[in-house]
């Protein structure tokens, strides 16, 4: 069974930059054909996508974040990192992090459809 936890601080000021770790046990995040991945939902809007990491290092963005996020890995922790620069306070929610074998997982509604996903982890964005 292959679980995540996210980790980081839960309050970040306006400006600076945002950093998140998901530590991943139970299996390797450089296991063919998985997808670890940053999604994140602020209260009353859908779920947004924020990119991924693939098991062999390719990343990929939503276009909307991508100026401003950077998603990294650390193959002998078996962790994978977000850092989001220049965050204001509509970078307040909830972050998660998550897998899935699908490189559609942009189009994913729910974080149920993915294949594990830690429990989240509040980040506001306040001064």
């Known amino acids: 069974q292959v679980q995540l936890q996210e980790s980081g601080p839960g309050l970040v000021k306006p400006s600076q930059t945002l950093s998140l770790t998901c530590t991943v046990s139970?299996?390797?995040?450089?296991?063919?054909?998985?997808?670890w991945t940053w999604i994140r939902q602020s209260p009353g809007k859908p779920l947004e996508w924020i990119g991924y990491?693939?098991?062999?290092?390719?990343?990929v963005y939503n276009p909307s974040l991508q100026s401003r996020t950077t998603i990294s890995r650390d193959t002998s922790n078996n962790q994978f990192s977000l850092q989001m620069t220049a965050v204001t306070p509509e970078d307040t929610a909830v972050y998660y992090c998550?897998?899935?074998?699908?490189?559609?997982?942009?189009?994913?509604?729910?974080?149920?459809?993915?294949?594990?996903r830690g429990q989240g982890t509040q980040v506001t964005v306040s001064s």
């Open positions: 998550a897998t899935s074998t699908s490189t559609g997982s942009y189009y994913y509604r729910s974080l149920n459809e993915y294949d594990y």
């Open positions: 990491i693939s098991y062999g290092g390719r990343t």
């Open positions: 139970g299996g390797s995040i450089t296991t063919t054909h998985f997808y």
